[in-house]
């Protein structure tokens, strides 16, 4: 009972102390993965609406392929980008490694396949609606996917959101390749993991109290928007 | 149509743009990879700024186990290792890997455990005697197990007690594969023996019941060295920075910083740096 | 609006289709028709619910493809160019967005020059009474304003042949009655309709030629007021008597 009234209190503390250390680790982790989440819905939500409106050979494989990397374990694909970006790896040359940028890709990986799932069962779902019409006024392939994501743009808020949930939320990815840096690479979820491992949990658990609220907050926002967009087109 | 996917990449490139960071390619900075003990003491947030100060290059630490920290060096992912396994460390520049190698500090390990002390071992001064008791009393011990200083610590500890380990463990010898604080966080909460360095020791804050119970022997010196990684091997490695980083720990300035760090008044490096 | 259809060089009628059939999960819904549709005639598809007239409907515009057997226009329709058929279904399918923006939508994919779409929307709507409610959403119109949207969106396109599949079906009577008139004025403007329905009074309302179609098959073509008057077909006469057995 101690420990989460200290953590409480504690959290309050640093907020309201706006510490600028905090702030700084706040900044990056909302930079990261925001960033991340950009790039891995402009490329995931073309990619989800193609598979949901073409037929080729192998769909079905496809489709359980890609709602299976939702489950990509974070770590896995740190390391993985961790031996790409190695100075002994094949895109060395690139000096990422320990930066943001390096951080940003990881999670564009992670999230991507999220976002592209879920975006493809929604817009399934609206393909079979829309189909015959789309298709009788001589819209086909890219113009009926692309015209579909429009439509349906606010429900693929969701997907976006289980993205950045998972961006936001993951620890592995970003310590392997961004290892942590005091100053440069240091954001919410590592900083818990590294005051967890100091042993300084109620720190550790403010951060996390911050870290949860924030999503909250974002999560809000976007549901919001949704529900008056939704009041406003039907 | 067009127009929104027109903005839409514009968008992302914006975004990658964003997220790359400007001011790296300007600033003057060095990669260090070094051990938790180092990061978690405290001891860098304390010498960084002023070797910054002094030289206005930035050193970017990243903290892993000893055994990562020497592999980190053999890819070419830092520029300079600072590490405590001297075994290690001579197989390292002994296989090319560093240039530079400079022994630069010590610190101790202690022999942590539960107030109640199962094996009995509390207020003793041999490392060896204390952890042929524990073996023998079948006492709950947490290992790191991670290829750390502290782990390669650990076993020729062991092995010196006259104990081979690998063969010996039971289920009460825990490895937890895991860095110094997580480890004395297992230790804390079932209550078990650990082998910690002072200074990881002294900044650790979840205690639980546990306390010091060996200190002081002679064996539980423990030495700390810092090289370059040869930058015949990796072209990319800086090296005059590096070597700047170097020669200021083991300059008098450097060697002072060590000695005036402090946890509640305890001194927990000692510099030992001898030229020559 | 009174705008005459957009005639290519070669008129996209007749259309022909020779032994046509349809196979779905085992069932036979079209079965081995062969008919040609020509320039002039209001064509109703009269049938009972379960008849084909939707699956036959969809084969004729291109949305489904027959098992077996062949469709085939006079003139062949480029992907890429402009559709010179349109259709309107039963339940109507609007893009969330406004309801002048929906129009727009089709006349871009018509390839329609940007700066005439606006003006050429507008008219559309004007035509089918839906200018006033042009910037709503169309997604919250009622049934019957949706279903005068779709009309205004196919006439917009100008199309030689207008397919309608059961318009009217889901619409309270008033809005049944105004969508006629919408029809009615479209064929008026030289384009050609195909249209299915169930209900014997609009078919004799509307129709010029009745092509009367029963489990897959075309039991009877016949102008309208013969077909009415004095119907071939034993089914046919069931039918307007009320007598068919709804499969």
């Not at chain 1, 930079?31 to 995931?44: D, E, G, K, N």
């Not at chain 2, 463990?169 to 002072?198: F, V």
């Not at chain 3, 009269?46 to 969809?58: E, F, Q, T, Y």
């Not at chain 3, 119907?231 to 307007?240: C, D, G, K, Q």
Request: some cysteine; glycine content about 10%; charged content about 20%.
């Amino acid at each position: 009972m101690g420990v989460i009234v200290d953590t409480f209190r504690g959290a309050f503390a640093l907020l309201v102390g706006l510490d600028a250390n905090l702030l700084e680790i706040v900044a990056l982790s909302l930079q990261v993965s925001l960033s991340a989440v950009a790039i891995a819905t402009a490329l995931a939500l073309p990619l989800g609406a193609a598979i949901a409106v073409s037929k080729f050979r192998g769909r079905q494989t496809v489709i359980v392929i890609l709602n299976a990397l939702m489950g990509l374990p974070p770590v896995v694909v740190g390391l993985v980008v961790y031996l790409m970006l190695s100075r002994a790896g094949p895109l060395g040359d690139l000096g990422l490694l320990f930066t943001p940028s390096a951080m940003v890709i990881a999670q564009t990986i992670l999230i991507l396949p999220i976002i592209a799932a879920l975006a493809r069962q929604a817009v399934e779902d609206a393909w079979r609606e829309y189909q015959e019409q789309l298709r009788s006024l001589g819209a086909g392939g890219w113009t009926a996917a692309l015209t579909l994501v429009w439509d349906i743009r606010f429900s693929l808020l969701t997907a976006v959101l289980a993205g950045l949930g998972r961006a936001a939320a993951e620890v592995g990815a970003v310590m392997i390749v961004g290892g942590n840096i005091d100053g440069v690479t240091r954001v919410m979820t590592t900083t818990i993991a590294l005051e967890t491992s100091k042993g300084d949990l109620p720190l550790a658990l403010g951060l996390g109290v911050i870290l949860v609220t924030l999503v909250l907050l974002l999560n809000a926002g976007a549901y919001t928007l949704k529900e008056a967009a939704q009041r406003r087109y039907g | 149509m067009d127009l929104r996917r027109r903005a839409l990449l514009a968008a992302v490139a914006l975004a990658a743009a964003a997220a790359a960071t400007p001011a790296a390619a300007q600033q003057k900075f060095i990669t260090v990879a070094s051990t938790t003990s180092t990061e978690q003491s405290g001891l860098f947030k304390h010498l960084l700024p002023l070797f910054e100060k002094q030289t206005g290059i930035t050193v970017r630490v990243v903290s892993v186990g000893t055994g990562q920290a020497l592999d980190m060096g053999r890819r070419g992912d830092a520029d300079v290792v600072f590490v405590h396994d001297p075994a290690a460390e001579k197989k390292f520049v002994d296989e090319g890997s560093g240039v530079n190698y400079k022994q630069v500090m010590y610190n101790d390990f202690v022999l942590i455990g539960p107030k109640s002390d199962p094996a009995k071992i509390a207020g003793g001064k041999d490392i060896l005697a204390a952890l042929k008791k524990v073996e023998g009393a079948k006492a709950p011990f947490v290992s790191r197990a991670d290829k750390s200083g502290t782990h390669a610590a650990e076993l020729r500890y062991w092995k010196s007690a006259g104990i081979d380990i690998a063969t010996q463990k039971g289920p009460w010898y825990k490895e937890t594969g895991s860095g110094m604080g997580p480890a004395l966080n297992t230790a804390s909460s079932m209550g078990g023996y650990i082998l910690a360095d002072r200074g990881t020791w002294l900044s650790f804050k979840n205690r639980g019941d546990l306390a010091i119970l060996v200190e002081g022997d002679q064996k539980l010196f423990n030495q700390y060295g810092i090289m370059l990684v040869n930058p015949a091997k990796h072209a990319h490695v800086k090296q005059d920075l590096g070597n700047a980083f170097i020669d200021w720990v083991v300059s008098p300035a450097g060697q002072k910083a060590i000695a005036e760090y402090k946890i509640g008044g305890e001194q927990l490096f000692f510099p030992n740096y001898k030229s020559g | 609006m009174g705008e005459e259809p957009m005639r290519a060089p070669t008129s996209l009628l007749p259309l022909r289709l020779e032994e046509v059939s349809f196979v779905a999960a085992g069932k036979t819904i079209i079965d081995r028709v062969s008919l040609a549709l020509e320039n002039g005639p209001r064509t109703i598809i009269l049938g009972p619910n379960g008849a084909g007239k939707s699956v036959l409907m969809r084969l004729c515009h291109g949305l489904l493809a027959p098992t077996s057997g062949r469709i085939e226009w006079a003139a062949r329709e480029r992907p890429g160019e402009r559709r010179r058929q349109a259709m309107v279904f039963q339940r109507p399918v609007m893009l969330r967005r406004s309801a002048i923006a929906n129009v727009v939508y089709a006349l871009k994919l018509a390839g329609v020059p940007r700066a005439e779409r606006q003006a050429q929307a507008r008219r559309a709507l004007e035509s089918v009474g839906l200018a006033h409610l042009a910037g709503g959403s169309a997604r919250v119109l009622s049934g019957g304003e949706q279903q005068r949207l779709a009309l205004a969106r196919a006439w917009a396109l100008r199309p030689e042949v207008l397919f309608l599949d059961e318009p009217t079906a889901s619409l309270d009577p008033s809005a049944a009655a105004e969508v006629e008139r919408i029809i009615l004025a479209i064929r008026d403007a030289g384009t050609k309709i195909v249209m299915s329905t169930h209900n014997l009074g609009q078919a004799r309302r509307l129709g010029d030629e009745i092509l009367f179609l029963n489990q897959g098959r075309v039991v009877e073509r016949a102008p309208v007021d013969r077909f009415f008057d004095q119907p071939a077909a034993a089914e046919a006469a069931a039918f307007i008597k009320g007598e068919l057995p709804w499969t």
